[in-house]
């Protein structure tokens, strides 16, 4: 069909679960353009894409992955996304900066769930998308249709079949397109070759010609007219059709091929350069503001030496090396090909670039000649952290040089949260999963030469009393010259779940002198942070009713210290009990595995408060529940586990409840050892 050159360099995002073969089809498509002259394999650790020691090691991407190629005198610029459940953040920032996104998925019915949340986000934030079935030369019996039926069930948009497989036996050999009617066998790493189409094929090619036809009818009144009339539409308005409807997030357009043996290939790139929309469309998708020269963070890098890179698309204008932007100066300006750069002196609207040392910038912000513009409210919001490890250096020299290490980390990944436990004094790093943070890990040891371990964070258990006592304490010490000497009596009683601590002076006739009487609190809330069980002690009383004073010997410490001596010997008198903390989980699953996170909840000691229907989301169930926190640390594992990977949580805490028993004796005696480590 004729096309019209576009001048503008475009973007396109490759997205899709684990393995589905994204970081293949890069190379296959690099190779086809002429980016690089060797294909690179995954196995092998030699692509473009998965070029970091963490990426290499995993046989993954961990991190999205910049390439460039020219296709027909246009340039692509290609996002190699993390396919990982658990790098999610890193993907959704990638697709907010593309023109539109290629959805690589294997052809599978049974994993056609795997793709519902990646349907989703690119569907809530109208990003044109295509569907590139990977793989078709491992089909076997299963058909194409029934493939594409699986995964429009987990779509909003009608997917509409651009090419049909011509089969040889079990194998596809082939396809044809249902636009041109053209048939192509496929030529191993090769480009495919136009052939006749075989006779068997001429009924399954025409019904699915006009279902391709009726799908973009829904959106073309002309169109629908002529199918009416029996009137055969012409190529090119199809094309045009198409290029519209993919524009306006309307159709998912579908796509064969194999990445591994490049078959399908150049017909994609094809699609991309035909029917791919402008920078200005996703510009104004966005609301970018008109006017100037303006730049789009999409993701953060640090490089221990080399200093920090913001990876950008520019939207408007022309950004050139050295010009102010978002009030910084760009200190270097790069085209990325993998990890390796190629410097600049300017780059147009369209272009994706590396920006030298911009400080100030974050993940996110628009940046323009006139300010930096923050970060828009139609940015995608950080992920909660839904699992955690506790974490220190194996070299005790280096726990100052580990916060500043992962602060820079946070920088480059907004879905890490480290924080200090004030209940347990762990510093514990939050992430969305084991691999996520392990791979964290790996990176504070390769770029920062930190090493660190780290093991399941330690529950923040209280405890509290059930009954109450009065005693009296006696401090008395004699050293030569002034002593020390103070006596109290105090009443101890439980308060309500929830009521923290509080302290009552009842104390008449002055025998304890005014000046005194805070230190005898300040000595009661010392001792308030390890109880008889070990743990802080929470929800009780204390009233001062008397007590006795030395107007030489008396102080304030002398208070403080028989204060926390009357703590330490009532509150075993008073029933301690342990409290576990509790609480309100919010489980969202596909509504096929409701029943398997039932069994789940109630297999962790939770309690099921019902279920219902995902708002939002067609075919899925939110299940609430009142959970222990100790259950919680590893639930996204065997939640994912249960759910293909797909499964989420949220949580907040609800409230503490008395845990008694073996647990309750496990617990203790754990809380005892790590004290006595210390």
């Not at 996170?597 to 939110?622: K, M, N, T």
């Not at 529940?625 to 919680?632: F, L, S, T």
Request: charged share 25%; aromatic share 6%.
């Amino acid at each position: 069909m004729p096309h019209t050159q576009i001048q503008t360099a475009r973007c396109a995002a490759l997205v899709g679960p684990y393995l589905s073969g994204k970081t293949t089809l890069l190379e296959s498509l690099l190779t086809a353009t002429g980016a690089v002259t060797r294909k690179g394999s995954v196995r092998d650790g030699n692509t473009v894409g998965d070029s970091s020691p963490e990426a290499k090691a995993r046989q993954m991407s961990v991190e999205v992955n910049l390439a460039t190629a020219e296709y027909l005198g246009e340039r692509w610029h290609f996002l190699d996304c993390p396919g990982s459940v658990e790098l999610v953040c890193e993907t959704q920032a990638a697709l907010m900066a593309c023109d539109v996104a290629v959805i690589v998925a294997e052809p599978s019915a049974e994993r056609a769930v795997l793709l519902a949340p990646l349907f989703k986000f690119l569907d809530d934030n109208e990003i044109p998308h295509i569907l590139f079935i990977n793989k078709v030369d491992t089909l076997g019996d299963l058909r194409v249709r029934e493939v594409v039926q699986a995964y429009q069930a987990v779509s909003s948009r009608p997917l509409v079949l651009r090419e049909v497989p011509i089969r040889e036996g079990d194998r596809i050999t082939g396809y044809v397109d249902l636009v041109s009617e053209r048939a192509y066998h496929f030529n191993p790493h090769k480009p495919s070759e136009l052939v006749q189409m075989p006779d068997s094929m001429k009924d399954r090619e025409s019904e699915a010609r006009q279902e391709m036809l009726e799908a973009l009818a829904d959106f073309d009144d002309g169109l629908l007219e002529q199918l009416l009339e029996d009137v055969k539409p012409d190529p090119g308005q199809v094309y045009e059709d198409f290029a519209r409807d993919l524009a306006s997030d309307l159709i998912v357009p579908v796509f064969l091929g194999s990445a591994e043996n490049d078959g399908g290939i150049r017909r994609l790139l094809k699609a991309l350069r035909h029917e791919g929309p402008e920078v200005t469309a996703a510009a104004g998708r966005l609301m970018i503001p008109d006017g100037g020269t303006v730049a789009q963070v999409f993701k953060t890098f640090l490089a221990p030496h080399a200093g920090k890179l913001s990876f950008a698309r520019v939207w408007r204008g022309t950004v050139t090396d050295g010009m102010t932007l978002g009030g910084e100066r760009v200190s270097g300006l790069y085209r990325m090909m993998g990890h390796d750069q190629q410097k600049l002196t300017q780059a147009a609207a369209g272009e994706v670039v590396a920006l030298g040392r911009m400080e100030k910038a974050a993940t996110g912000e628009v940046l323009t000649d006139k300010g930096n513009l923050g970060r828009p409210e139609t940015w995608p919001e950080v992920p909660a952290p839904v699992f955690g490890l506790a974490i220190h250096a194996e070299n005790r020299n280096d726990e100052v040089k580990l916060t500043g290490a992962i602060q820079k980390l946070i920088e480059e990944d907004p879905s890490l949260r480290f924080e200090q436990s004030a209940d347990t004094g762990e510093m514990v790093l939050w992430g969305q999963g084991d691999i996520h943070l392990q791979i964290t890990m790996e990176r504070l040891r390769s770029k920062y030469n930190v090493a660190v371990k780290g093991k399941p964070p330690q529950v923040p258990f209280k405890e509290t009393i059930r009954k109450g006592t009065e005693h009296h304490a006696r401090f008395k010490r004699q050293t030569g010259g002034h002593g020390q000497f103070a006596d109290i009596q105090v009443q101890v009683a439980p308060l309500p779940r929830g009521s923290g601590f509080q302290f009552k002076d009842a104390v008449v006739g002055g025998v304890v002198p005014r000046n005194f009487i805070p230190a005898v609190e300040a000595g009661i809330r010392d001792s308030m942070g390890i109880g008889p069980l070990g743990f802080p002690v929470v929800d009780f009383a204390v009233t001062l009713i008397g007590g006795q004073y030395h107007a030489v010997d008396s102080s304030e410490m002398a208070f403080k210290t028989v204060a926390r001596q009357a703590m330490q010997e009532s509150l075993p008198k008073c029933e301690p009990v342990l409290l576990e903390p509790i609480l309100s989980v919010s489980i969202a699953v596909p509504s096929e595995f409701t029943p398997k996170v039932q069994r789940l909840v109630s297999g962790r000691r939770g309690q099921i408060l019902g279920y219902d229907a995902r708002p939002g989301w067609q075919g899925w169930d939110e299940v609430k529940a009142y959970m222990p926190q100790a259950e919680i640390h590893d639930l996204i594992v065997e939640l994912r586990s249960l759910s293909l990977g797909v499964g989420t949580f949220t949580y907040s805490f609800e409230r503490l409840q008395e845990l008694t028993g073996k647990m309750a004796d496990k617990a203790v005696e754990q809380r005892r050892e790590a004290l006595a480590a210390q």
